[in-house]
């Protein structure tokens, strides 16, 4: 059963910038090794779950929701087994409980098996 970690939320001025990170665990063999895609995705309070960029599990193909398009970078370092998202400029309709996923390629929160508990951003000033 792995485990995915989130860490790195905070509180943050708008146009300030910030790195999540998910670290995995608990499986014998990484989620490169298991050919896992990764997410991240979001939840602002009274909103469903929304998508925000995924990435392939080589790390070489990437896709993002067009909120964040541009001004935010998903990467994977695959000897670490740890996701990265870094946001810069950011803005106040970005607060959210970040999660990190596991799984398939896709948008849809039903693409990925494994989530981690979340890490809350508030951008704010």
């Known amino acids: 059963q792995v485990q995915l970690v989130e860490s790195g939320g905070r509180l943050v001025q708008p146009g300030g910038s910030l790195r999540l990170s998910c670290a995995a665990s608990?499986?014998?063999?990484?989620?490169?090794?298991?050919?896992?895609?990764m997410g991240w995705f979001r939840q602002a309070p009274g909103k469903e779950r929304e998508f925000v960029a995924a990435?392939?599990?080589?790390?070489?193909?990437?896709y993002y929701a067009d909120s964040v398009k541009g001004r935010s970078t998903i990467s994977r370092d695959n000897a670490k087994d740890t996701l990265y998202l870094q946001m810069n400029n950011l803005k106040p309709e970005d607060t959210a409980v970040y999660y990190c996923?596991?799984?398939?390629?896709?948008?849809?929160?039903?693409?990925?098996?494994?989530w981690g508990q979340g890490t809350q951003v508030t951008v704010s000033s």
């Open positions: 996923a596991a799984g398939r390629w896709g948008t849809s929160s039903n693409e990925y098996d494994y």
């Open positions: 608990g499986h014998t063999l990484s989620t490169y090794d298991m050919g896992w895609a």
């Open positions: 990435i392939s599990w080589s790390g070489a193909r990437t």
